[in-house]
């Protein structure tokens, strides 16, 4: 997702699915579900950091700007608080623990 400048922005066990085929469980595969709160991200080449960018809120999305602090309590990132701002993708890997 990060690749693809995405950031979920609601990592938690909840919404992860784990597919395991085959022989002694050779073929896993992960995947990552609820979408809902995912923003794209902004690369910030000054600060080094990507911002999720601010939706149309016309359009009946929510705003994801770097302000919003979104997703599930107990797995969302402290820096995510931060009113500067917080980097998405570095927050999403920080709810997998």
């Known amino acids: 997702m990060h690749a693809l400048d995405l950031a979920h922005r609601d990592v938690k066990p909840e919404n992860v699915l784990v597919d ?12 990552v579900c609820d979408l809902g709160l995912s923003a794209p991200l902004r690369r910030r080449k000054d ?3 990507s911002a999720p960018l ?7 999305e929510a705003a994801a700007s770097p302000d919003c602090c979104c997703g599930s ?25």
């Open 73 to 97: 309590m107990g797995f969302f990132a402290p820096d995510m608080l931060d009113p500067a701002g917080y980097d998405g993708a570095r927050a999403d890997v920080w709810s997998l623990g």
């Open 20 to 31: 395991v085929r085959g022989e002694a469980f050779r073929d896993v595969r992960v995947k």
């Open 54 to 60: 601010r939706r149309r809120k016309d359009a009946g």
């Open 47 to 49: 600060l080094g950091l």
